[in-house]
């Protein structure tokens, strides 16, 4: 098992460097600049800027310094656009608030979604059944982008129990509405994939062994049907609590959370290189690591599974 | 320059009032003295030198002050000079700066401040986006430093002694006073930027010489502004505590303001009519110095052949309903427009222009006449693209034009982009019509007038006439300038270069009880000092 998580480890190095590679380039390749704007810099004026930030030099050697700086100081260098800041001070600002949002929203998904799921499928074709499917395919075919307008509409503007956005430091008022509206649409992927992993799990022939050698139904479900029916799950977990942790872009626009996912395709569109690059790395480390946990957790739970 | 020969032939602002807030008569101050409003973005600088945009411009006002500022209509006011002389050969400005300014640490501010500030911007190490100012203010040296050909030191500016600083210019600029309300040109404390480095901006380390001081910024959550109390005119200064909150979205901030949580929002487009009828005293709509065209592009190479032709792009102007555009889709109290200079630029005269007084049934006509004319019509369709950049009120205004066009035979193919393609694709002269924007850094009409010169860095369309630089040219050393403005604009009315559609209008849900916020600027230049509420 260590040799494995060793292995892999040593993988995820190139992985990354590729990640990087490419993203640079595509990057690159993308019209304008970061100091292309409306009015067109004179051309000395846009000379030393470019000479500024290094982008004056050839490609290969910007990229080379980049790496360079990362490996021997994790240095993820200024950012173009929001110059009084460092990458690193962007991400250290907005991280620790998608992770309080999205660890929270995560939680919610997984116990909601799973609870939902697994008792759809034992009581398969009940009312409960339908009910559950039902608010599962509502909350899917709710997006966060629909959600967060109806939230604030309800709880900020008639209700006035909430603030409309913001974050003041993590508070608790400041973090109901985003939650809500992140962790939706993943609760009900959560339950429809439980509900149809468990229902085959329960249809399979050592659950039927169980309930033949007369154990009680709780027993059945909770020591020899969930474990195994979360396989699925588990896999599907491992990415999206990457995409939650790394917010959305939705959520830390409407609800103001100064957060890392509006990032994303902020730094994109002002083409802010090294923002851009800095979320990249973050969310393909984190990726790979969750992948990796994935990995392992299936080893634990199915003893089928060896490394 | 010899001294000997300076005259003072201007020196304004030593008999005018101070002009911190001050209540009307009648006016009775509201004991909240909290303000909050609404930023789009995140600031993407607190530094002078380096902050380029709108928004930032306005906490730039508030934390620093230049040697002048601009009062409720945008006249000057004095800031940190109180008067300033100007030679005979117009070259020479000699600022008299009071002495009683200070830092909010306390350092007396001086004429070295401004000199170190300005030096700053110019000099190349610094990287300033708008380093191009210092050059458009036509600074002794300016241009040369910026090119790395001469030292910073070399930059016509020098301080005589603490309460006098000198500029010296290449040419006469009628508006060069106007011109340092500009945020890049507010000084800076050269011992704070030593000591912090990059890290100087930071609320606690940042020093400035406005009206307030800097308590928190969040990138992208909020900015905290309270008075400061080192600042030369505070006893007259009301708000208390002013938060900046970034909201990405236009509509959720207006949720926001409607939920009480804003004092003042912009009004998406579209929304201004119903929001009027139901909030009376809180919807209001102003005039903004801004311009908005769809440019032709005249390049002989890359530009469509059918555009070289006048006939044709007249043709294309005329058939814009501007009316339909400004009271149906946009409906926020905006402009038709003709010309190309805001309307209600100070000191600027509308000439004559014979199209905006037609019917739209006369443009019409006349453009498929001229269209006939040059050639195009049922049989040989005129076939063009439009480049906007992504907007629902651009696209809004892009599928109307694409009908008007229709109407007179011309075949339109939008083309939407993501914003930097679209303006990369303008400045490489790679577009065919294009939407574009302008907004003035300074009130008075070269701003505008100056893009469509041959030299201008901004001139995306190519468009070239000897007539019109000359005059512009002539403009910058002429006593009155107005006429001449009015002639460039006729040339441009006559060659259109530009199909001029509308002229910007600020929309905003503002709380009835602020006062002094500047809404009859037509820059929109607000300053903090000079807001107070009132209690209802």
Redesign the interface.
């Known amino acids: 098992m260590l040799t494995y998580i060793a292995k892999r480890l040593a993988i995820a190095v190139p992985t990354l460097l590729l990640l990087i590679i490419i993203s640079f380039l595509l990057m690159h390749a ?4 970061p ?8 051309p ?2 846009l000379a ?2 470019e ?3 290094g982008l004056d030099q050839p490609l290969w050697r910007q990229m080379v310094t980049y790496v360079w700086g990362i490996v021997s100081g994790f240095d993820f260098g ?1 950012s173009f ?5 460092t990458v690193n001070e ?1 991400i250290a ?2 991280f620790p608030v998608t992770l309080t949002y999205g660890s929270l929203s995560f939680a919610l998904a997984v116990l909601v979604g799973v609870t939902l799921g697994v008792f759809a499928a034992i009581y398969h074709n009940s009312w409960l059944d339908y009910l559950a499917v039902g608010v599962s395919i509502g909350a899917q075919v709710l997006p966060n982008f629909v959600m ?2 109806i939230l ?2 309800v709880f ?2 008639w209700l ?1 129990w909430l ?5 003041e430091g993590g508070q608790w008022q400041y973090i109901v509405m985003p939650v809500i509206a992140l962790s939706t649409s993943f609760m009900a992927s959560i339950a429809r994939i439980t509900r149809s992993s468990m229902l085959e799990v329960l249809n399979s022939n050592h659950i039927r062994t169980a309930r033949a050698k007369g154990l009680p139904e709780r027993k059945v479900i909770l020591r020899h049907a969930l474990k195994p029916a979360m396989l699925p799950v588990i896999s599907y977990l491992g990415p999206a609590f990457v995409t939650m942790i790394t917010g959305s872009v939705v959520v ?8 890392i996912g ?1 990032s994303f395709v902020d730094s994109a ?3 802010d290189y090294a923002v851009m690059m800095g979320v990249t790395i973050l969310v393909g480390a984190l990726t790979i690591l969750f992948n990796l946990v994935v990995d392992i957790l299936y080893a634990w739970i199915d003893p089928k599974i060896r490394y | 320059m010899n001294k000997l020969l300076l005259t003072t032939i201007l020196s304004i602002g030593i008999a005018l009032p101070s002009i911190a807030a001050t209540p009307q008569p009648g006016e009775t101050l509201a004991e909240n003295q909290n303000y909050t409003y609404w930023l789009l973005d995140a600031i993407k600088s607190m530094d002078p030198q380096i902050n380029t945009d709108v928004e930032g411009s306005g906490i730039m006002r508030s934390l620093f002050e230049g040697l002048y500022n601009e009062d409720q209509v945008g006249s000057l006011v004095p800031g940190v000079a109180t008067s300033y002389e100007l030679s005979d050969d117009k070259t020479t400005y000699t600022f008299h700066l009071r002495d009683n300014a200070k830092w909010s640490n306390g350092d007396p501010v001086t004429a070295n401040d401004f000199v170190y500030a300005w030096k700053r911007l110019a000099d190349p190490a610094t990287a300033s986006e708008y380093a191009w100012y210092i050059e458009l203010m036509q600074i002794e040296n300016a241009s040369e430093i910026i090119a790395g050909e001469k030292p910073v030191d070399e930059l016509g500016v020098r301080a005589i002694d603490d309460q006098t600083f000198e500029v010296k210019i290449t040419a006469p600029l009628p508006y060069f006073p106007k011109m340092t309300t500009h945020a890049s040109v507010f000084p800076v404390n050269q011992k704070v930027i030593e000591a912090f480095g990059d890290k100087w901006t930071e609320p606690g380390n940042l020093v400035g010489n406005g009206a307030y001081v800097l308590k928190e910024h969040i990138l992208g959550e909020k900015v905290v502004m309270e008075p400061n109390p080192e600042y030369w005119d505070n006893e007259h200064t009301i708000l208390q505590h002013v938060t900046a909150l970034t909201i990405n979205d236009n509509d959720a901030a207006l949720t926001r303001y409607l939920a009480g949580e804003l004092d003042r929002v912009q009004i998406p487009a579209g929304q201004y009519p119903r929001l009027k009828a139901e909030y009376p005293d809180e919807a209001i709509s102003v005039p903004q110095s801004c311009s908005y065209i769809y440019m032709f592009n005249l390049d002989k190479a890359k530009g469509p052949a059918a555009l070289q032709d006048v006939r044709v792009r007249k043709a294309l102007s005329y058939a814009i309903d501007r009316d339909i555009i400004v009271n149906n889709i946009l409906q926020g109290g905006q402009a038709p427009s003709y010309n190309w200079t805001h309307a209600a630029t100070e000191g600027f005269q509308m000439p004559e222009i014979d199209y905006a007084t037609w019917s739209q049934a006369e443009r019409t006509a006349k453009a498929k006449e001229l269209l006939a004319e040059a050639g195009y019509g049922p049989d040989n369709p005129l076939n063009l693209t439009l480049n906007y950049n992504t907007s629902e009120a651009h696209k809004k205004i892009a599928i109307a034009v694409q009908q008007f066009w229709k109407g007179v035979g011309v075949n339109l193919t939008l083309n939407n982009m993501e914003w930097k393609v679209h303006t990369d694709k303008m400045q490489n002269q790679d577009f065919e019509v294009a939407r574009y924007a302008w907004c003035g850094d300074y009130n008075e009409a070269s701003t505008y007038l100056d893009l469509f010169t041959s030299y201008s860095g901004h001139n995306n369309g190519k468009f070239f006439s000897e007539d019109y630089d000359r005059l512009m040219k002539e403009s910058k050393t002429a006593a009155d300038p107005a006429p001449l403005y009015e002639q460039a604009e006729q040339i441009l009315a006559d060659e259109m270069p530009l199909a001029p559609i509308y002229q910007y209008t600020k929309v905003e849900m503002i709380k009835p009880d602020l006062r002094g916020a500047g809404l009859n600027n037509l820059m929109q230049n607000w300053y903090l000092k000079d807001m107070y509420r009132v209690a209802n």
Do not use: C, H
């Not at chain 1, 993308?30 to 600049?33: I, K, L, M, S, T």
């Not at chain 1, 100091?35 to 004179?42: D, G, I, K, M, S």
């Open positions: 993308a019209p304008g600049g100091f292309t704007q409306e009015r067109a810099l004179p000395q004026v030393n800027l000479a500024k930030y200024p656009i929001y110059k009084d800041r962007i600002q907005g967060a307008p604030v509409l900020t503007l006035r603030p409309g956005g913001g974050w830390d626009i409407y609800f103001s959370t100064g957060g509006k569109l002002n083409r």
